[in-house]
């Protein structure tokens, strides 16, 4: 079982729980890579234990089959399109990119704001102004809901996160994809 070890010295060191989580991995999943001898690991007691550096400088292997070779640009057939949606909004004032995380954190767990019918969801931030964040919601026309259905699924998902995101006249477009690979 893994605990958390509150020795001063342990300071430098994660649990297994924290690095995984640190990683995005599940525990039993660590414990494999580190039974495979592919991160290190140390037990202080009788629990197991990782370098913080360790951690933070670990890169996982691609999964699957390297891809030999670069998709080609497609048109989606006419009656099945590929359709956009994109909404942006502001990190309020005194929110920490921290603190927005944490609030994705608690929707992925609890698996909150799928907007079902979409073929994939994004959220990111450019660099050059990491407080503006943008969504991107992918649909084929064939499933896509109706524009009341996207509403009420945008709207829940500004309640959930009103005390971290700025929505003031922030409205959103959807826009048809011409290309894509």
Do not use: C
């Amino acid at each position: 079982m893994d605990e958390k070890v509150d020795l001063p010295q342990a300071k430098n060191y994660l649990s297994v729980g924290e690095a995984a989580e640190a990683l995005g991995l599940a525990a039993s999943t660590l414990y494999q890579y580190i039974r495979e001898g592919n991160i290190n690991a140390e037990k202080i007691g009788s629990t197991i234990v990782l370098l913080r550096d360790e951690v933070a400088s670990y890169r996982r292997g691609m999964a699957g089959r390297p891809r030999t070779s670069v998709p080609r640009w497609r048109f989606s057939p006419e009656e099945n399109q590929l359709i956009v949606t994109s909404v942006e909004a502001e990190l309020r004032q005194g929110v920490t990119e921290e603190d927005f995380v944490h609030i994705l954190e608690q929707i992925k767990r609890g698996d909150m704001h799928l907007f079902p019918g979409t073929i994939a969801r994004y959220i990111l931030s450019d660099p050059r102004q990491p407080r503006r964040v943008r969504f991107l919601f992918f649909w084929r026309q064939t499933v896509m809901p109706n524009a009341s259905t996207i509403e009420e699924a945008l709207a829940a998902l500004r309640q959930a996160l009103a005390d971290v995101l700025d929505w003031n006249g922030v409205g959103y477009e959807t826009s048809r994809v011409w290309m894509h690979s």
